[in-house]
């Protein structure tokens, strides 16, 4: 497929790697693709530059926003949740009749560690960004876990599930294809219904937070144990 | 234990039985115990009345809020959300210096279904409970499961979690020796920390809802399934 990723960060770069790697055409979207590029100073996230990333990662095309193809398969947002709309408004009419997998998460870190929601219960950034986007396709997915468990689900052994929400069956069906192939099993995918349910997920990261505080690494995941 | 349940629904009533069936000795607090008795209306959760509950368990002694002893050593929240405070600030001062175990969620039901939350996010239930009745040590647990799996954690199948969140260790302690009795694995409980974390558990009640819409049942619980 044709990809492009919103995004330049840790969770971008996550994404895109794993996608080129797998084979598809991966675009990489951000404000300003020279000075992203250029990037020198370590993400201390993920330990290096992006400059660096990129050398390592030259099959993936980082443009500015308004340059990204307008004929993607699937487009990703995996911007910071609180820079989402303005950059999506970047991409602007290319997401018209798109998919558009949203992976962030409202996050709000103007009252310290740990961060509250700056939506939820009655509203999500999935519904946010569905309403500011009537035509795309939103698929909100991966927002209840590390990047990179969700590019490599063996991470995590034993079941555990990702969660996708999402008003268009068909696009919910592109991204559910995506997951296989990343290496997700058929069982593993839990599809929770209407673009409404990202309430759901994203209210989930309360206690991903506080576990992750209690284990000290973030590989862990949810497993939905039920009875037959 | 001498045990205090406050609230007489369906929750109070599944708690109430198991503790006394373990041999606790178990008060159930009401507003007026001799309408709660006499109350012959089927529960649409439970399919009987609350008067042929009780005739099935005489052991258990159902009385005003203001009667409940004084010396339990554990005093159960299992009111609706909504009505909790109004509910425990009848209890009164038996409240200080005890265990108070919060299983409630402050479900807010205004705008018909699905339920939000009236408190979430930056504050919680279970804040609320402990801000209203400082001298109290709150435990919040159970919120994140239907009230069979509380008392009967083999409904499910594999592992699955029960969280608590707390201020007070001994009050922890004592609540987890209660979780063993009821059959609870040590493995299967996490200590989240403090109170705060309630908000965590609470936020889980969307994706939880969502959960037992798509199982059509309520017998499913979260595991946290972690890298070692």
Chains 1, 2 share one sequence.
Not at 50 to 73: A, M, R
Not at 122 to 132: A, C, F, V
Not at 151 to 180: C, I, M, R, W
Request: charged share 20%; proline share 3%.
């Amino acid at each position: 497929m044709k990809i492009a990723i919103v995004g330049t960060g840790m969770v971008g770069q996550t994404i895109a790697s794993k996608l080129e790697e797998l084979g598809h055409e991966v675009y990489m979207g951000t404000r300003n693709a020279n000075e992203t590029k250029s990037r020198t100073d370590v993400n201390q996230m993920t330990g290096k530059s992006f400059s660096d990333w990129h050398s390592e990662n030259k099959g993936i095309s980082v443009v500015n926003f308004s340059d990204l193809p307008s004929d993607c398969d699937v487009y990703f947002n995996a911007t910071h949740g609180a820079n989402s709309i303005d950059a999506l408004n970047m991409v602007g009419d290319k997401l018209n009749g798109r998919i558009l997998v949203d992976v962030a998460n409202p996050l709000d870190f103007s009252n310290g560690m740990p961060p509250s929601l700056f939506v939820c219960n009655t509203d999500s950034l999935g519904e946010q960004i569905q309403r500011t986007f009537p035509e795309a396709h939103v698929v909100k997915s991966f927002n209840t876990m590390n990047c990179y468990l969700m590019v490599n689900p063996s991470l995590v052994q034993g079941d555990h599930n990702v969660f996708v929400s999402g008003n268009d069956e068909s696009a919910k069906n592109t991204f559910t294809s995506l997951l296989k192939d990343i290496g997700w099993g058929e069982n593993q995918i839990l599809d929770l219904g209407d673009i409404t349910s990202a309430r759901a997920t994203e209210m989930m990261l309360p206690i991903w937070l506080q576990l992750w505080g209690k284990h000290g690494h973030a590989n862990f995941n949810f497993n939905i144990n039920a009875a037959n």
